[in-house]
């Protein structure tokens, strides 16, 4: 082993309790950052691959009454690829065992059970059955909160009529990966949940026989929104038409969209004020352990060792801080995005959720890293490699004082 080396074990056995420390601090800014871009990549796939197998709606557009033929219509506007009809309006659910009913949104499955957009994603049962107006599927969130399963029976009031029902299926649905109430500011799956019921049970509660309430349509590509959303509004303005939106203002997706903002935002902020912390004490340490070490400085250079060969000593230090650092942050970053992606798929009820950090961001994290380490202990290796042999050797001059403004201040 080198000298300059087993001068290097011998320093870490002397500090290694500073050393661990800082690596710690700057292990925390790498988790940070692997586990909210991963969970942030994560998420962001995972929506948008739902979205596009269930064929999420880009345009919603709510009304009064309309007749059926009125979306053929709608269907010509330049620029609509999809578009679907619905009789939608909320109920009451009355269950069994419970004092109070829950209420519900109702909406309408097609004739042939098969729902052209924001298509439910079934996890027990199956859909009402055309023919079966007792028939009724519901969000998995409402069937978990109140215990319920296909096969049992609850009622519901549907337009002021008591009406028995039967679960046929437990469901997830795009345009409800987070369920919240009419007024409400968080879910309460307990008392609120969706319920999809066959077209012609759902027209006749709402005496909307030929009829719909409620539009959705998706856009073909690169059509204009604000657009086609201009011709829906023209065209549904007799028929009691409340504004169509996109989906930037559909409450589940805005929900969404502001949880993977607040995850960018944790991955900007946070990583570098830790990764700052530890530069700055990569600095304080390495800067007492040279001026500890002058006199030895002065000596290498005296016996022949070159600058560059000292101050590769020095950077060995901050290296192994560096690279400390960086594992630890990328196995908790692992571990703790894993967990953080599993609340999310509990909390957003989404079909399936992997977490996959990528590539890119390991590998940027702990560049990062190890460039935090290193400039942190740039201004130590300077110092070590400025001073001449006889310098280095001589003892250090004091610090010049100066009366600071406080002190002129404290004389006043």
């Known amino acids: 082993m080198r000298m300059l080396d087993r001068k290097l074990a011998r320093d870490l056995r002397h500090i290694w309790v500073q050393c661990l420390a800082i690596a710690l601090v700057l292990g925390c800014g790498i988790m940070v950052l692997i586990l909210s871009t991963g969970t942030q990549r994560s998420l962001e796939a995972t929506r948008d691959a739902y979205y596009e197998e269930n064929r999420f709606a880009d345009v919603f557009a709510p009304l009064t009454r309309a007749p059926r033929g009125l979306l053929a219509e709608i269907a010509r506007i330049d620029g609509v690829a999809r578009v679907e009809g619905r009789v939608v309006f909320t109920a009451m659910v009355d269950l069994e065992g419970r004092p109070q009913p829950a209420s519900a949104i109702v909406i309408s499955v097609p004739p042939d059970g098969r729902p052209v957009l924001n298509v439910p994603a079934l996890r027990q049962g199956r859909m009402p059955r055309p023919g079966h107006p007792e028939e009724v599927a519901i969000s998995e969130a409402f069937a978990e909160a109140n215990r319920l399963r296909p096969g049992d029976r609850f009622h519901a ?28 500011f968080e879910p309460d799956d307990e008392n609120f949940g969706i319920l999809w019921i066959n077209e012609a049970a759902a027209a006749a509660a709402k005496d909307l026989s030929g009829a719909f309430n409620d539009l959705t349509l998706t856009l073909a590509h690169g059509a204009d929104e604000r657009a086609v959303i201009a011709g829906v509004d023209r065209i549904l303005a007799p ?33 570098p004020i830790f990764l700052a912390v530890s530069a700055v004490l990569v600095n304080m340490v390495l800067g007492r352990l040279v001026a500890l070490d002058r006199a030895q400085i002065g000596l290498f250079k005296a016996l022949g060792y070159r600058t560059g ?5 020095y950077t060995k230090l901050t290296l192994g801080i560096g690279a400390v650092g960086v594992l630890l942050g990328w196995g908790f970053g692992w571990w703790l995005g894993h967990e953080l992606t599993e609340i999310y798929t509990r909390y957003f009820r989404f079909p399936g959720l ?3 950090p990528g590539t890119a961001p390991i590998a940027i994290s702990g560049l990062l890293g190890m460039a935090a380490a290193v400039l942190g202990g740039l201004r130590a290796v300077r110092a070590a490699t400025a001073l001449s042999p006889a310098v280095a ?11 600071g403004w406080l002190d002129r201040l404290g004389g006043l």
Do not use: C, W
Request: charged share 15%; no cysteine.
């Open 393 to 403: 050797m001589s003892p250090a001059p004091p610090p010049v004082y100066r009366r």
């Open 309 to 313: 060969t000292i101050a590769a000593h």
């Open 157 to 184: 009031v549907l337009n002021g009529r008591m009406h028995p029902l039967v679960i046929a299926g437990v469901v997830i649905s795009p345009e409800y990966i987070y369920t919240v109430g009419s007024g409400a």
């Open 239 to 271: 028929y009691g038409g409340t504004g169509a939106y996109g989906r930037d203002r559909q409450p589940s997706n805005v929900f969404i969209e502001g949880e993977l903002k607040q995850l960018g935002t944790m991955a900007t902020v946070l990583p």
């Open 354 to 356: 992997n977490y996959r």
